[in-house]
Nanobody, 116 residues
Framework: QVQLVESGGGLVQPGGSLRLSCAAS????????MAWFRQAPEKQREFVAR???????NYADSVKGRFTISSDNAKNTVYLQMNSLKPEDTAVYYC??????????WGQGTQVTVSS
């Protein structure tokens, strides 16, 4: 099973930016897609962004125009650039490796806190 390691989380003020990274133990597109999810305290895990083999991307409505998912295939790494951060973006962010069979591998998560 693929191993995923997220990094880049931290504390940032509203309006600030962070870039999350997800390093994978194999080619990120040996599967179907890479994605980011997040989970706030006492909330369900929710979809944030996905980049599909071939390069297309999609986003949750709540982050459109603010977040950008990208990949560096040579480095087996996926990124999530987060701009104009809001307090409601506070959550643990998880990297996901998705297969065409519907299986998902998860990273350990990285905490993002947006607060004044």
């Amino acid at each position: 099973q693929v191993q995923l390691v997220e990094s880049g989380g931290g504390l940032v003020q509203p309006g600030g930016s962070l870039r999350l990274s997800c390093a994978a133990s194999r080619s990120i597109f040996s599967g179907y897609a890479m994605a980011w999810f997040r989970q706030a305290p006492e909330k369900q895990r929710e979809f944030v962004a996905r980049i599909i083999r071939g390069g297309s991307a999609n986003y949750a409505d709540s982050v459109k125009g603010r977040f950008t998912i990208s990949s560096d295939n040579a480095k087996n790494t996926v990124y999530l650039q987060m701009n104009s951060l809001k307090p409601e973006d506070t959550a643990v962010y998880y990297c996901a490796y998705e297969t065409t069979l519907g299986r998902t591998s998860w990273g350990q998560g990285t905490q993002v806190t947006v607060s004044s």
